[in-house]
């Protein structure tokens, strides 16, 4: 049985959207099968992020991985002592469903 993973979406009848997110989300879930073998430059990205916030003189409680992809930044911040919540969002319910921890589909656009 697939844990439940909540959602977060929203549609108005005034969208000045740029991009189709149907669309985006269609290509997220396809993308999701065999991302692994291509994230390569998302977790590159993931591990520089990581090595910056250690320069930041600052704890971070609570994070929030907008875009999650298959958790890459949530593995990159895994030896932070200081982040005791991390939560990870995206668009596709697939990329999500590869990510650990708490997770989320949500359309990054429809957040207040």
Do not use: W, Y
Request: include cysteine; aromatic fraction near 4%; glycine fraction near 2%.
């Amino acid at each position: 049985m697939k844990p439940h993973i909540p959602t977060v979406s929203q549609s108005s009848a005034h969208d000045s959207r740029i991009f189709d997110r149907e669309l985006v989300r269609v290509h997220r879930d396809r993308a999701a099968h065999n991302f692994h073998h291509h994230n390569f430059l998302v977790s590159e990205i993931a591990q520089r992020c990581a090595e910056r916030l250690t320069a930041v003189n600052r704890t971070f409680e609570r994070v929030l991985d907008l875009g999650c992809h298959c958790g890459e930044l949530a593995q990159a911040l895994r030896e932070r002592t200081d982040i005791t919540t991390l939560f990870q969002a995206d668009l596709s319910e697939k990329m999500v469903r590869k990510a650990q921890g708490i997770r989320v589909v949500a359309d990054e656009e429809a957040l207040p």
